[in-house]
Structure formats: structure tokens, C-alpha cells
């Protein structure tokens, strides 16, 4: 046998796991405990932020205007763009990797803790650039808070329970999208959700998804004086969402502690 055949690669032998700049790991055979990190989801999300106040203040600078009725409704579109990245793209992205069976909790909250500052640090300084009250702000921050725990605790499941197949990624990608889009066009097609103008009287069947809860909250009111305004029945709702969503929470987390890896 030639020393050329001898040295030849097999083509059935596994490939070695590299980086973008062609380094294998040390210490471990892949770098599957990298792509688990939370900071690839972190530039992620900054750059999906940045292209979400892009894309929301392309009308306003189109228009040639900067005034408040001009920007508002591009901060409340700016607002769901937000709210679609953290209950669709993060569980959809997540779930586009393997699951993490062994501490799916921890994985879930680091994820989170990258996801809710730089929302917070885009969402309240609107108080002064659209003069949306304290209140309705603070409304917006906590159904973004609870639609998170929503699909942190429905990623959980998929963490334990899921192969990593198709099957699971499949049934997670639908209940994000059917929540999101789903429900609302089911509420519409019902009549229940009411596409006008919005009157004295709050419209709470809008805040039973996510995208338009809180286009609900900061929707303009002008008759109550405020740029924006929340009700009662508004935080009734949140405070029923609120009741839902850590009962869904504590299950999901008493169900899905992790699971030994072999």
C-alpha cells in the first residue's frame, strides 16, 4: 500500500466541529456548549431591534414629519415588532437547535434576562419621546414581561420533553404562530375585535395575544387628555393573564427540571 492510500481521509469518518475561523473546540468534541450560550442571542436580538426602529420610523422619516401623531404610531409598531421577536423569533430560533435536557430552566432565564433589558431599554424611554404616560408604559412592560414567561415556559417543555426532530420543533413554531396570529384572526372573523378607532370604552378582547395586547395599551385616546391612557379593564385583564400565566409558569418548571443526558 502506498503512503498516499495510506494517508487518504475516509469519507465516512466524522467531520471535526469548527468555528468561523476553522478552530476545533478544546476539551470538548463539538461546540454545541457554545451555540447554548446566550451570546449569539444577544448581537441576535441587538440587530433585530436596531432593523425593528428602522423599519417602524421609515414611514415618519418618508412623511418628512417628527412630530408626536407622527411618531407614536411608529413607537406602537416599533412596540409589537418587539413583542413578535420575544413569543415567536426566540422560541422559533431557540428550537431550531438541539433541546437542552439537562438544565432547561437556567437556559431559559438566561435567554430571557438577554431578551427583557435592551426591550426595556427601547420601550421606556417612549415616555418622553412619545408622552405616553407612566402608566400605559408600565402596562407595555408587564405583558411583555408575561407574554416572555409564556414562551419561556413553552420553551421549557420543548427542552425536556423533545428530541430535537422535526415533530417537536413543528409543534412549537405552531402554538407561538397561532397565539400570535391565529387567535386574533379567529377574534376578528368573530367580531369580537373591532378594527376602528378606539372609543372610551376599552376593547379587552384585543389583549388575549400578544401583538395586540400591546398595540392595545398604547393606542391613542386623545379624549383622556394623555397621548395614551389604560383603564381598568385593562389591568383587570393583566391581572387574570398574570394569574394564568404563573400558574403556567410554576407547572411548567415543576415538570421540566431537566432530565439526565447519557
Keep these: 500500500m502506498s503512503s498516499r492510500e495510506h494517508h487518504r481521509p475516509d ?9 468561523l475561523f476553522g478552530r476545533a473546540p ?8 457554545r451555540r447554548r450560550e446566550p451570546r449569539g442571542l444577544a448581537l441576535l436580538w441587538t440587530v433585530y431591534l436596531m432593523l425593528a ?30 413583542m413578535f421577536g420575544v413569543v415567536v423569533l426566540w422560541p422559533v430560533w431557540r428550537a431550531s437547535q438541539e433541546p437542552q435536557h439537562r438544565a432547561p430552566i437556567l437556559d431559559v432565564l438566561r435567554d430571557a434576562a ?13 415616555v ?15 405583558l411583555l414581561v408575561l407574554w416572555m414567561i409564556g414562551a419561556g415556559s413553552a420553551l421549557l417543555w420543548w427542552h425536556r420533553f423533545a428530541e430535537g426532530d422535526w415533530k417537536g420543533r413543528a409543534a412549537l413554531a ?20 373591532e378594527l376602528g378607532a ?14 395586540t395586547a400591546v398595540w ?19 389591568w383587570a385583564a393583566i391581572l387574570v393573564q398574570s394569574l394564568l400565566t404563573g400558574a403556567f409558569a410554576v407547572v411548567s418548571a415543576a415538570c421540566c427540571r431537566g432530565r439526565a443526558v447519557g
Design 174 to 193: 405552531g402554538v407561538c404562530v397561532l397565539v400570535s396570529g391565529g387567535l386574533p384572526l379567529a377574534l376578528l372573523a368573530s367580531g369580537v375585535l
Design 128 to 142: 418622553l419621546l412619545t408622552g405616553w404616560p407612566i402608566g400605559v408604559v408600565s402596562a407595555a412592560s408587564v
Design 216 to 234: 392595545e395599551v398604547l393606542r391613542d385616546r386623545p379624549w383622556s387628555g394623555a397621548p395614551a391612557s389604560v383603564s381598568r379593564a385593562h
Design 53 to 82: 426602529t428602522v423599519v417602524s420610523l421609515l414611514p415618519m422619516v418618508w412623511a418628512g414629519q417628527l412630530s408626536g401623531s407622527v411618531y407614536r404610531p411608529a413607537a406602537r409598531t416599533m412596540m409589537v415588532l418587539v
Design 26 to 33: 478544546t476539551g470538548h468534541r463539538d461546540w454545541a456548549h
Design 114 to 126: 438577554v431578551l427583557v433589558v435592551p426591550a426595556f431599554v427601547l420601550l421606556w424611554p417612549q
Design 198 to 211: 378606539p372609543n372610551e370604552r376599552p376593547s379587552t378582547a384585543w389583549m388575549w395575544s400578544p401583538l
Design 11 to 19: 469519507p465516512e469518518a466524522p467531520q471535526p466541529d469548527l468555528d
